[in-house]
């Protein structure tokens, strides 16, 4: 072997070397973060993690397409664990829907955002004809429709007017307020009745900071995301909240608030003492929080396996933090993910939780 082609096999083993050490440190780190997945009880896709309050007793409720889900939450980090969720209704109970898409609560109401459909023939998809809103009381065992709400669907996918069903999923209930957003024209919930409200115009997402503050998405089909640094005591002081792939924070939603990039469209957000949480259209982010809730622009590291189970290849639709003041670690925390490719596993779209007793994050 010459000269030239013993540098030449010398310098392509090097490279070599560097590249296979350098996929290998992400696999190895996938690998050391691999847990055995329970079985998990709450299947499906899932748009919406809300607290609500019903008989004196504080819930975490979820939709998953087919039914309404709760679970007890007292606010002690320590009494989750894993399972224990309860159905309360099928979506043919609810207005003898065939679909519910999403939920949002109030101080007293909690709300259903449902669909019913039929096969489109002529353009080979199934087509939305009819989308309503319903309100109970008691927690989901029964339900009248809201009324004086335009709702119409109009055809699949892109034909659809901008619809959402929001709510500031605030710890205190005292601050709990539901909205409506139907192309563009917002309402705001009241049990059976709703009406117009200009702050709600274009939105698809609030939080209460003292007072609603109302986010608007960058594009009317990715909605936007918000949050407070809410802590058991009801007390706030940052606002978050998301455009597009940009995460805001301030104490007001305002053009001129300092962001950083998330890399993709946000989807939810959930905040710790020292996180804040970041659901994306390519996994789950956090950023480190300095101590006057300002968000550190670069993105930390998970000490969990939460990136291997929320990796580049799911949605994360919906988040929700037991309790705003403890950190990450020490928190109970929910997610719900989604996909839209093929590479990914059926089995993943479905609740998934973080206990500090367990130390990872697993089917729930």
Known sequence: MNLAKKFFFLFSLLSSVFFLSGCQQEIFSNIRKEVKLNDGTVAGSIRALIRFGSGGQEYIYLANGAAVYRKINTGNVADHREGGWVKVCSARNIGNSDYVITLAADGTNLYALTATWEENTSKGQNRWNGRYIYTSKDGGNSWGIVSS???????????????????????????????????????????TTATPDTRANGASSCAYLNGVEFASPYSIYYGSASCTDEGRSGATSTLYYSSGSRLYWGINVSASNKYVSAGDYIYSLAVTKDYLLVGTASGIKHFYLNADGSV???????????????????????????????????????????????????????????YPSRGNWNRD
């Not at 709702?151 to 007017?161: E, K, R």
């Not at 929700?320 to 950190?327: C, G, I, W, Y």
């Open 149 to 191: 709400l335009p709702t119409s669907a109009t055809g699949t996918g892109y034909d659809n007017p901008a619809l959402y069903l929001f709510c500031t999923n605030t710890i205190a209930s005292a601050n709990r307020q539901a909205f409506f957003n139907y192309a563009g024209t917002g309402y705001k919930l009241n049990g």
């Open 296 to 354: 550190v622009s670069k993105r930390e590291e998970f000490d969990t396996n939460a990136d291997a189970i929320m990796s580049s290849g799911y949605e994360v639709n919906a988040l929700l933090v037991v309790d705003p003041s403890k950190n990450e670690l020490d928190n109970a925390i929910y997610s719900a993910i989604d996909f839209e490719g093929r590479s990914q596993q059926f089995d993943h779209v479905c609740l998934w939780a973080y």
